[in-house]
């Protein structure tokens, strides 16, 4: 009886390595398959491109247009009744910007502390000096950087005209020369056919390459502005930010913030 169980015991052995091994020559067949990612990525069209091998992004290079305006980009911060700081509008040193918009958006550094009331004042004259707008807002949220855009209830701005700007801050309502203010200039043009297809099928990113390259101030910063509030976190924008500032003489105001203002009285 003993035997006859010790018999049977090596059969069910000797079975049970026999199903094991049939299953070695599959195991090692997928595991000779296994090849480097980077090699499998690279076979076939439709497959991804390794990080390392994505293209660097074009750094930002602005091209100034041979042209200025009257006005002064910087405030003189020295008025009795402002506070301490000058602001600053955001232009190049020739105070004057291209668009091809109908109605841009404006930046300006306020350094001032919103813990007491101050008043801005936005103006937009044509090239007849006719005032087209004109509007008081009290300024919200700074120091940092802010944002006027001409509204849709202003007619937009007429091809090739030079319109001239004053942005002030109105810290003595009763004595407009303790004011202090930044004017400039801005022209819009006509998008041509090779700019259309420059900007045609491109991100947002490549589009403000293209914009700043065809010296188009006002487009390419508030394009760029709107593309770091939407990701605050992206590190590459934030060096666009501060090439494209250094490139206008503006680098002590890239590490600005950009704010939420301002408040049409």
């Known amino acids: 009886?003993?035997?006859?169980?010790?018999?049977?015991?090596?059969?069910?052995?000797?079975?049970?390595?026999?199903?094991?091994?049939?299953?070695?020559?599959?195991?090692?067949?997928?595991?000779?398959?296994?090849?480097?990612?980077?090699?499998?990525?690279?076979?076939?069209?439709?497959?991804?491109?390794?990080?390392?091998?994505?293209?660097?992004?074009?750094?930002?290079?602005?091209?100034?247009?041979?042209?200025?305006?009257?006005?002064?980009?910087?405030?003189?911060?020295?008025?009795?009744?402002?506070?301490?700081?000058?602001?600053?509008?955001?232009?190049?040193?020739?105070?004057?910007?291209?668009?091809?918009?109908?109605?841009?958006?404006?930046?300006?550094?306020?350094?001032?502390?919103?813990?007491?009331?101050?008043?801005?004042?936005?103006?937009?004259?044509?090239?007849?000096?006719?005032?087209?707008?004109?509007?008081?807002?009290?300024?919200?949220?700074?120091?940092g950087i802010v944002k006027i855009t001409l509204p849709e209830t202003v007619s937009g701005l007429v091809v090739e005209d030079l319109y001239h700007w004053r942005f002030s801050v109105i810290c003595n309502p009763t004595d407009p020369l303790d004011n202090d203010f930044v004017s400039g200039g801005v022209e819009r043009i006509s998008i041509t056919d090779d700019l259309e297809q420059q900007l045609e099928g491109n991100n947002p990113r490549e589009r403000i390459v293209v914009y700043a390259k065809q010296g188009l101030w006002f487009d390419a910063l508030t394009a760029l502005a709107e593309l770091r509030l939407a990701n605050p976190q992206d590190k590459t924008l934030a060096q666009d930010w501060a090439d494209l500032l250094e490139q206008v003489g503006l680098k002590e105001i890239d590490s600005q913030p950009l704010v939420d203002c301002c408040t049409v009285e």
């Open 1 to 143: 009886m003993n035997r006859n169980k010790f018999r049977l015991q090596n059969v069910i052995i000797a079975l049970t390595l026999s199903w094991l091994f049939s299953f070695e020559p599959h195991i090692v067949k997928a595991i000779e398959v296994i090849k480097p990612l980077t090699n499998l990525l690279k076979q076939g069209e439709n497959t991804f491109t390794p990080i390392a091998e994505l293209p660097v992004p074009v750094k930002l290079e602005l091209t100034l247009p041979p042209k200025g305006a009257p006005g002064k980009r910087k405030g003189a911060g020295s008025r009795n009744d402002c506070p301490p700081g000058k602001f600053i509008a955001l232009v190049p040193g020739t105070n004057f910007g291209l668009t091809t918009s109908e109605r841009p958006t404006f930046w300006f550094y306020v350094p001032y502390s919103d813990n007491r009331t101050i008043q801005a004042e936005f103006r937009l004259r044509n090239k007849e000096l006719k005032e087209v707008y004109k509007e008081t807002f009290m300024l919200q949220n700074t120091p």
